[in-house]
């Protein structure tokens, strides 16, 4: 199967190491599928938009290597997301409120198959959040959970790989796809990242992608990082020490296993594979110096 992937960040601060790993994994998935990988920028929370973040965005998925495919902003589809929610009012789906806004009329929460946790059901707690959600809020912008199926339908998203904190969304999500009459993606909630057993918040320095880089961290080291928080080949030894990302390309789907558990970050392994990726590129530049010329 081909999977088209996406990640959709926010440009609200920092680059956050969930989302770098999220960004490596949806690119592993896309890549090794011969899928699209796609970059969406979450704006339409006007009020928390950063200036530079976008700048940020791009700069840390560089660094990595992790070159999207196509990259879409959200507040230049709002038109679209109007014309998708008067559709469904005209449909009796949904309906207008009297300041404007546009509430899901008797929309179910769905449930789905998580690659990684199986079947999901929604609690009553999912339904009752779903029914009348709104998509379009009153002053035209619409709801994070509206705009981003109607743009993975658009953009053909099949495979969304993101973090736990998000699958109560999904619930939400999956009857959205079905209000919209579209086939759900496959969803992958992998475990959040945590350090001293608690969620790695924004605001936490070790959670700066850019921090790292600007620290002269090896961007191959840090994938590895990255690839080793919330997955595992399926068979580890020795020669799994370090994982390229060739190899990463190979094992990540058919050989490797995706988690659920909370991913304990481990700065010092960052630091061991730091320390390898550096030793060998001097021992690269060694041989190439003493090569003849
Ligand atoms: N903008 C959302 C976030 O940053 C996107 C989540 C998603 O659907 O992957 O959390």
């Known amino acids: 199967m081909t999977y088209n992937t996406r990640i959709a ?33 979450d704006d339409t929370d006007l009020a928390r938009n950063q200036a530079d973040s976008i700048q940020v965005i791009h700069d840390c998925l560089d660094w990595l290597g992790l070159t999207p495919d196509a990259v879409y902003t959200q507040s230049a589809r709002l038109d ?140 191959d080291a840090m994938l590895n990082f990255l690839l080793r928080m919330g997955w595992g080949p399926k068979q580890d030894d020795k020669s799994m020490a370090i994982i390229d990302r060739d190899r990463a390309l190979d094992l990540f789907l058919d050989h490797g296993k995706m988690k659920a558990s909370p991913a304990a970050m481990d700065l010092a392994k960052l630091t061991s594979f730091d320390r390898k990726y550096k030793a060998r590129k001097k021992a690269a530049l060694q041989a190439s110096d003493l090569s003849p010329t």
Do not use: E
Request: glycine share 10%; net charge positive; hydrophobic share 45%.
């Open 9 to 41: 960040p926010s440009p609200t601060g920092d680059f956050h190491i969930g989302t770098a790993r999220t960004a490596y994994f949806n690119w592993l998935a896309a890549r090794a599928t011969g899928g699209r990988f796609i970059l969406r920028i």
């Open 80 to 219: 679209r997301y109007r014309a998708v929610a008067d559709d469904l009012v005209r449909q009796g789906k949904a309906c207008r409120a009297d300041n404007g806004a546009i509430l899901l009329d008797g929309g179910q929460a769905a449930s789905w198959q998580d690659l990684i946790t199986g079947q999901m059901i929604p609690s009553q707690a999912a339904h009752d959040l779903a029914a009348g959600q709104v998509l379009m809020k009153a002053d035209g912008m619409p709801v994070y959970h509206f705009a981003s199926v109607v743009d993975d339908i658009d953009l053909g998203i099949n495979c969304v790989i993101r973090g736990m904190d998000h699958a109560s969304n999904t619930f939400r999500h999956a009857g959205l796809y079905d209000a919209l009459g579209a086939a759900q993606p496959v969803f992958a909630h992998v475990g959040l990242i945590t350090q001293n057993k608690k969620k790695l918040s924004k605001r936490d320095a070790a959670a700066s992608l850019l921090g790292y880089r600007n620290q002269g961290v090896n961007p």
